[in-house]
Nanobody
Framework: QVQLVESGGGLVQAGGSLRLSCAASERTFSGYTMGWFRQAPGKEREFVARISWSSTYYADSVKGRFTISRDNAKNTVYLQMNSLKPEDTAVYYC????????????WGHGTQVTVSS
C-alpha cells in the first residue's frame, strides 16, 4: 500500500505562509488524484484541495490563498498556504485515490499547522 508522509507544518503568525509537502512511497504516484484535508479541534475533517493529472480544485475557504501542486519526479504533492488565518489552524492530512473512482483510500498521519493571531 502507498505510504504518505506529510511535512512542513508549524507555527506561523496570521498573514504568514507555510508550504506543506507530502511524499508518496510509490512510483505510480503520478496516476493518483491527490488531496489535502484538514481537521480542526472539535470539528469534522474537511476538504481543502485536490489535484489530478491536469486539474486542481479548492474549497471556497482557501481559494485564492492556497495552491496545490505536484512534482511527479519526486512523488510529492505540495500545498502552498499564503495569507494564513487563525481559522486555518488544524492538522493537515494528505490523501490519495489509488484504486480509481473518487474515494480517498490512502491517508498520511497529518502535520499540525497553527496560526497565531
Amino acid at each position: 500500500q502507498v505510504q504518505l508522509v506529510e511535512s512542513g507544518g508549524g507555527l506561523v503568525q496570521a498573514g504568514g505562509s507555510l508550504r506543506l509537502s507530502c511524499a508518496a512511497s510509490e512510483r505510480t504516484f503520478s496516476g493518483y488524484t491527490m488531496g489535502w484535508f484538514r481537521q480542526a479541534p472539535g470539528k469534522e475533517r474537511e476538504f481543502v484541495a485536490r489535484i489530478s493529472w491536469s486539474s486542481t480544485y479548492y474549497a471556497d475557504s482557501v481559494k485564492g490563498r492556497f495552491t496545490i501542486s505536484r512534482d511527479n519526479a519526486k512523488n510529492t504533492v505540495y500545498l502552498q498556504m499564503n495569507s494564513l488565518k487563525p481559522e486555518d489552524t488544524a492538522v493537515y492530512y494528505c490523501a490519495a485515490v489509488t484504486r480509481g473512482g473518487t474515494e480517498y483510500d490512502c491517508w498520511g498521519h497529518g502535520t499540525q499547522v497553527t496560526v497565531s493571531s
